[in-house]
């Protein structure tokens, strides 16, 4: 009887420490979900307080723009304040940010806007007050910002009129259709040159020089989810006789490739799209897309923040920094 | 540590209040840890919703602030000015300790916190160009300013809502991995209570137990003991407090009661053996009194008989008649012997003599129809016996052996010696006895017509009990016979008794 006693007593002595421990562990658990300091991303004695102002929710190119604009903070010892754009057809909220940058006396503002006046009188009045700007489109060229930090879109251009004309196997010319992710354009002034102008500007160049490309259509994609698809489908509907249809972005670029195998035309149209993904590169190996353009938004993000630091060591800086394009197939998708 | 152990642990009272003080440290520090932890976890859950609660005053003192802005732009109250001054004062103070208590920058609500407090001032650096304008009569600017300032608490509610959705996103996260731990420190929790009480019950019970286990042992070892029970065990304590004292007094006491009653039954016994040695001298001396009444009777004027048979036989050597002079000897030593006190002693030699004299008047009586033979180891004839112990035996073998016999018998008297016993043997060639008769005469059992035509009037029963008496020894007869062959009855004497035994008779014949 006596054994028993001992053995009883030292299980529930056991169970009394087990469920003290326990109770320390999980309330040390419940520490560490409050603990408020889990959420920072700033060495807490920032050098620098920079705005990002960008949409960056449906565009791959400016999800790694932000990631690399973040690891230069962390880099500089620049305090990032992100001010996402949920809205990317609103360039109101954008020029709010730019104003409320501005009267929060900020170090300096990264903003992708559209051109607008507002827009420019926003980045007009703060670089006024001091406030050091780069931009990721290029704006107005009489705009009073530090730099414009991204590709050059006239070298975009001529670089994919390459890619495709070695995209299709079916020999010259190459039957083309394009896909332009460039909603706004047609509400904006007409006078003034876009990105996606420059960037056909070069890809025409290229089209006219070598003969080897034949452009059959250039539509422009709407803001909503399936626009890319029903344009696809549209160019296989209208030219059955597409070889290659060329996307900017990487949304665009995964919807045709969806488009291309749901309506069983793998091998007879491939896709020349921009930016990478997984999704993309599990078509680019399947030789549903042909080959990518990589904008490098990482750089443009990282380089971005490195302009706006070095603006206050050193007065000049290249109000065009140019970030390299580059392109990836089969041959080489697995290095990226 | 030992002794401090030992003094702690060798009295109930301390056992007690250990157990007392014990149980409720671990209920109470259970209840305080779990106390603790609850406390630390409601400040935690009031703590997230602080921020949400100061955004929305910082508001409310925003919403006063410019209303008064505005009715003294609007109305030129010097009231509203005064008031808006007032409430600016209060409103720049809450505000510099609201952000003064970010210490530095560490996330995107930090920034958040730093750009409010930068437009605040931007806002009052318009709202006072606004009032400066008012006071000069300047409406495009003063309008302007105002306008500019209402632009900035717009842009101030904008990042307030932010920071409102960012805190409260912050809490949702927080609360969601809190709230999955909480559920799991409940049960741990639940667990603790759970097992600090049956620790406590545990303790309590086994404790207890072991502390009135030797009083029950007492109790029941006590019970017995009224029942008159003292060969119970000893209660046995292994602890070293007043039980253990109370159980050792116990036992003792037990035992001295015990060694008291066996002392008492040990008397007891003395006192009854003493009782039945009285019992068996007042046998011995009725015995006596009894065979003395049996001689006595025999015994009627043996003085003149003693002188008439002397007279008879001086007459008959007077007148030449031998035979009858020694017929009446015989006769004269037999009667003499045989009225002589029982309670003295003789030699065997004495009792043979007299068998001799009862042969010759046996001789003269019945001529020689019968017959007696004596094979005697002449060593033991001085050897000391209670008298008339020989001669009832041949008057027995006589009377009812050969007495009806017409052709007579021979009577053999033996006495020998073998290592212990020394052997008294009278044997009869005669009618013999029935097995029930020997055996009555083997249990001393009395025979009406024991002594019936006896000379001495002592039958065998009285004989058989005087040798008992005399030697204190049960085994003193032995009886063979059958019927037609005769009968053989052994008197044992033994040997390394017989002196000594004849002392105590020495004493039995003093004391009465």
Known sequence: ?336 | MKELWDRIFNSIKTKIIVIFVLTMFLTSASGIFILGLSSNIIEKMDDMFAGNVEIDKFLNDLYDVNTNLTNYLVTSDSDSLINYYRYKDIFSEKTKSMFSEIHGIYSQNDLIYKDIAYMVDSYFNEAEAAVEAKRTDNADNYIARYTEANRITGYIRTYTDRLNLNILNTNTTQYLGMSENLNKLRTANLVLIVSVILLNVLVISYLTYNMTKPIIKLAHSAEEMSKGNFDTDDVEVYSQDELSIMANAFNAMKQSIRNYISELHSKADTESQLLEQQIENLRIQSLLVDAEMKALQMQINPHFLFNTLNAGVQLAMIEGADRTSTFLDNMSMIFRYNVKSLDRKVRIRDEIDTIKAYEDLFIVRFGDIMRFEYNIDQSLLDIDVPPLIIQPLVENATIHGIGNMERGGIINISISKDDTVIRICVQDNGAGMSEETRQKVLDCQRFENDVSGNMTGIGIYNVVQRLKLFFRCEDVIEVESAQGKGTKVILKIPCNSLLEKVDDMKLLMNVK
């Open chain 1, 1 to 336: 009887m006596k054994w028993l006693y001992k053995i009883s007593l030292a299980a529930l002595f056991a169970t009394v420490v087990a469920s003290t421990a326990l109770a320390l562990y999980y309330f040390n658990m419940v520490n560490k979900a409050y603990d408020k300091n889990s959420t920072n991303v700033f060495s807490g004695n920032p050098k620098y307080h920079f705005s990002l102002i960008i949409n960056s929710r449906d565009d791959e190119y400016w999800q790694s723009f932000k990631e690399g604009v973040f690891e230069a903070g962390k880099a500089h010892n620049a305090a990032i304040e992100y001010n996402p754009i949920s809205d990317p057809d609103s360039i109101d909220k954008t020029v709010e940010y730019v104003n409320i940058a501005n009267k929060s006396r900020v170090d300096g503002i990264i903003v992708n806007g559209e051109n607008s006046p507002e827009y420019s009188e926003a980045i007009a009045s703060a670089a006024k007050s001091g406030i050091h700007i780069v931009v990721g489109l290029a704006e107005s060229i009489d705009s009073n910002r530090l730099s414009y930090v991204g590709n050059n879109f006239y070298d975009y251009g001529v670089k994919a009129a390459k890619l495709i004309s070695i995209a299709s196997d079916k020999g010259t010319p190459i039957n083309l259709g394009v896909i332009l992710s460039d909603a706004s354009r047609s509400e904006i002034d007409k006078t003034k040159i876009s990105q996606s102008d420059v960037m056909l500007s070069g890809l025409t160049s290229v089209i006219e020089s070598e003969k080897k490309i034949k452009l059959l259509c250039t539509l422009y994609k709407d803001s909503d989810l399936l626009g890319a698809e029903d344009l696809t489908k549209s160019i296989l509907t209208q030219h059955p006789d597409v070889d290659v249809i060329f996307c900017t972005n990487a949304k665009d670029t995964v919807a045709a490739a969806r488009v291309i195998v749901e309506r069983n035309l793998v091998g007879e149209v491939v896709i020349v799209g921009t930016g990478i993904n997984d999704e993309i590169k599990h078509y680019i190996n399947k030789g549903i897309i042909f080959g990518v353009m990589d904008r490098n938004g990482y750089n443009a993000g990282y380089k971005s923040v490195e302009v706006l630091c070095g603006s206050f060591v050193d007065s000049f800086q290249s109000s065009y920094v140019s970030i390299a394009t580059d392109i990836y197939t089969a041959m080489n998708i697995d290095q990226k």
